[in-house]
């Protein structure tokens, strides 16, 4: 494991880092292949393709150090589709294993939440795993729903953000 500071990366949209979405669709197909019904890490690569934006959703926000990903994290629409009222969401929260525990992950969210913000977003939605909310509570993340969502127990979190106004 390489000696990295804990503030010693970058954060960066992925589209202005092309040369990462390979492997970040590698990341994503080992991880939610299955469950996204993705029958192959091409089609995953091909789906982020439309988040290859820096001032629309849906994008991808990336952690990287010295050109190498560290991780990722999407700000799309509608990720649920039993919630077709919630529109905003925070996906595609990934960091590689050699890189957790160094907040890149909770730099990648608030990095998302302030340009979401500044786009207008009132709030945003996600869902974990995670039954205790994890990180996201502690970042502020208030639990809406506990369902059985394509096989798996998954707790509905929200995040009022309110606007800011130049």
Do not use: C
């Amino acid at each position: 494991m390489k000696n990295l500071a804990m503030d010693s990366f970058n954060t960066e949209f992925l589209a202005n880092q092309p040369q990462h979405l390979p492997r970040l669709a590698q990341w994503y197909f080992a991880e939610w292949g299955e469950l996204t019904q993705a029958a192959s890490v091409q089609v995953v690569e091909t789906r982020l393709q439309e988040y290859l934006n820096t001032d629309r959703i849906p994008l991808i926000m990336i952690a990287e150090n010295a050109g190498e990903l560290m991780g990722a994290v999407q700000l799309k629409y509608r990720e649920m589709p039993i919630y077709p009222e919630k529109e905003h969401w925070l996906g595609g929260v990934f960091v590689a294993e050699q890189f957790r525990h160094r907040r890149v992950a909770e730099t990648l969210i608030r990095k998302v939440l302030a340009l979401a913000r500044q786009m207008g977003v009132d709030e945003l939605h996600l869902q974990t795993i995670r039954q205790d909310g994890g990180l996201y509570s502690r970042l502020g993340w208030q639990a809406v729903d506990r369902i059985n969502y394509r096989g798996l127990d998954v707790l509905v979190m929200v995040k009022k953000l309110g606007r800011t106004y130049d």
